[in-house]
């Protein structure tokens, strides 16, 4: 790494480089071996929140809220197919570079490398093969085809795009008038996955810069380039995503809930997994089940959340007892459902991490869920 590579990420990540930099051969960590298969949690097990079995291949109704069981089976929504008969979007795609942004110069870590944690302190990760690199992003948006030029329209956000399965599920909810004509604004992430990548950077951090990206050179450029005006109506907003897209979905809401009051996530990555460290969230984005949602006022958010038996679990990595993604969502609910919030909570048996199978039996009824209470009067 060059001093010019150096200082950018010192700056990157709030640091000041008091002393020259002396470049040393990279240090790769080994191989990890396989991770283990997670095992499959029962939903009963004491500690989780009380949930209603449903009859299998059933789903709650969009009119409740509260806990419940899935499964074994995941017939596909019959939204989740194109049809000939109903009116069909237009999706647009472009793309977005790091050299045009302020927020998100760009960050990579080493193929194959590993952060390690300090000794005594395993919620501390030090990730030392993480350096500036550029990247570029792919963003599609789908329009419905009911919009009216010129008028203000909803919108929801969505991570780890381009998702075409989100948008032949609003073609045929909005067709049949179970959520409003509403756009989709699908974003790529930046590259990599987790501590040390760009991906990580965007989606763990428990700060409101990711929103504050969308807004200023996402959002402008979605209405720039594909001729509509998108609302400023907090209420007429959504975010939602998978996984760290998760996590990120929630982030953006909790911190800029003046901009968003929507949030659907699947696997949601409520971990910790935020890099770099921050003594006001140590627990990154596991901070918000054990600190913030219970110690904070209750913001105007509905949510909607899903996690499957066999999501992830990862007891060695950390040694910190916070990378259960199965408790951490059962905990999600519990003080969701402490603080009195309006949510739904799926726990899917016979489910992976964002299972597919799972998005595409539940995800029109958990978008007519999250919109259910949205009335057109109020755009």
């Known amino acids: 790494m060059n001093l010019a590579k150096s200082a950018l990420l010192a700056a990157l990540l709030g640091t000041v480089l008091t002393t020259p930099v002396i470049a040393q051969p990279a240090m790769v960590a080994p191989s990890r071996p396989p991770r283990p298969a997670p095992p499959a949690r029962d939903a009963h097990t004491p500690g989780y929140v009380t949930a209603t079995d449903l009859p299998d291949g059933t789903l709650p109704s969009v009119t409740v809220e509260g806990n419940f069981i899935l499964g074994p089976a995941h017939p596909p929504a019959p939204e989740m197919t194109a049809s000939t008969n109903v009116p069909e979007g237009r999706v647009y795609h472009f793309t977005m570079s790091s050299a045009d942004s302020k927020y998100y110069p760009g960050i990579a870590r080493d193929p194959g490398t590993f952060g390690t944690t300090l000794p005594g302190e395993p919620g501390k990760l030090i990730v030392t093969t993480s350096h500036p690199a550029p990247y570029t992003r792919k963003v599609a948006v789908y329009v419905p085809a009911q919009y009216v030029p010129g008028t203000t329209a909803p919108f929801i956000v969505g991570a780890d795009g381009p998702d075409h399965a989100l948008f032949t599920a609003l073609d045929n909810l909005i067709a049949q008038q179970r959520v409003p004509a509403m756009v989709a604004i699908s974003i790529g ?31 402008p450029l979605v209405e720039k380039q594909c001729h509509v005006t998108l609302t400023k109506d907090p209420g007429a907003r959504a975010t939602m995503g998978g996984s760290s897209g998760g996590s990120c979905a929630l982030i953006m809401a909790w911190y800029h809930p003046e901009l968003y009051h929507r949030v ?35 913001k105007p958010l509905r949510l909607w959340l899903e996690v499957g038996d066999r999501d992830l679990f990862n007891p060695n990595v950390m040694c910190d007892n916070m990378h259960d993604w199965v408790v951490a969502n059962e905990n999600m609910a519990s003080v969701l459902a402490a603080k009195g919030y309006h949510y739904q909570f799926l726990f899917a048996r016979n489910a992976g991490h964002t299972d597919h199978a799972v998005k595409q039996q539940t995800l029109p009824e958990a978008l007519e869920w999250l919109w259910h209470d949205y009335h057109p009067a109020n755009p």
Do not use: C
């Open 189 to 219: 992430n930046g590259s990599g996955d987790a501590q040390g990548s760009e991906r990580g950077l965007e989606y763990d951090t428990m700060s409101g810069k990711y929103a504050e990206f969308v807004e200023a050179e996402v959002l």
């Open 264 to 298: 659907l996530t699947y696997s949601g990555t409520f971990v910790n997994q935020q890099w770099p460290y921050n003594p006001a969230t140590p627990g990154g984005a596991w901070e918000f089940h054990q600190h913030l949602i219970l110690e904070s006022p209750v």
